[in-house]
Nanobody, 115 residues
Framework: QVEFVESGGGLVQPGGSLRLSCTVS????????MGWYRQAPGKQRDLVAR???????NYADSVKGRFTISRDNGKNTVYLEMNSLKTEDTAVYYC?????????WGQGTQVTVSS
């Protein structure tokens, strides 16, 4: 059973920044892609960023140039640096394997962007 523990969310004003962390309960060094997903109220959960085992990254158009995903395989941790936050970034953020996530999810971390 793999567990994901996300943290780092909070309330931030538009234009602000946050850094999310996700610790995984197993060795992720062999996982080809890790991803960050988000789910806004009433919407489906979408993949916003993914990173390969070798460090290659891909981003959804909505966050490109503002978000940066990284991973530390030695710590089994994935990060999401979020800058220039917008109100539409408000959502619960989750990490999981990508692009095919496991059926189990962590509790997520709430990001609220509001003035």
């Amino acid at each position: 059973q793999v567990e994901f523990v996300e943290s780092g969310g909070g309330l931030v004003q538009p234009g602000g920044s946050l850094r999310l962390s996700c610790t995984v309960s197993r060795d992720i060094s062999f996982i080809i892609y890790m991803g960050w997903y988000r789910q806004a109220p009433g919407k489906q959960r979408d993949l916003v960023a993914r990173i390969s085992r070798g460090g290659s990254t891909n981003y959804a158009d909505s966050v490109k140039g503002r978000f940066t995903i990284s991973r530390d395989n030695g710590k089994n941790t994935v990060y999401l640096e979020m800058n220039s936050l917008k109100t539409e970034d408000t959502a619960v953020y989750y990490c999981n394997f990508a692009p095919e996530p496991l059926g189990t999810w962590g509790q997520g971390t709430q990001v609220t962007v509001s003035s």
